[in-house]
């Protein structure tokens, strides 16, 4: 039993039952599933192949959550690189370590050292923003 299918197991079974929470912001198992499962399919659609590497940039919280759920449902592994690195150290990391795709937030794209075929993740459960992805 893969991680993703005891997931969509509890999905299933609790769709309304809080699945993560952080301060004031929280998701239900429904739309942490809805939000994972929108991002597997673009990185489906941006051509991401079966035990691809995508490096996830971003800070802790609800969105790298929904990252990490999301790569392996669609079929890849992650790297996951901590944004407070110093940028020429995370740029040489995401230049050296094979991933042809980036998850990050809009604000740190910056530090991915002009990698190309970069997907940003733009999601901001305070800020209203249910999904919004991007190819740069």
Do not use: W
Not at 26 to 50: C, K, N, P, V
Not at 90 to 96: E, G, K, M, P, W
Not at 101 to 123: D, F, I, M, S, W
């Amino acid at each position: 039993t893969t991680f993703s299918e005891c997931f969509e197991r509890q999905v299933r079974r609790t769709p309304d039952a809080v699945a993560v929470s952080m301060g004031r912001d929280q998701l239900s198992y429904a739309d942490l599933a809805s939000r994972a499962f929108a991002i597997a399919g673009r990185l489906r659609r941006e051509g991401m192949r079966r035990e691809e590497v995508v490096v996830l940039l971003a800070d802790r919280g609800i969105d790298l959550l929904a990252a990490m759920i999301a790569v392996p449902h669609a079929g890849g592994a992650f790297l996951i690189l901590d944004p407070a690195m110093p940028n020429a150290r995370l740029a040489h990391t995401i230049r050296h370590c094979g991933a042809r795709l980036v998850l990050t937030a809009l604000h740190q794209l910056e530090k991915t050292g002009g990698k190309r075929a970069l997907v940003t993740l733009c999601v901001g459960v305070g800020q209203g923003v249910s999904l919004a992805l991007e190819r740069v």
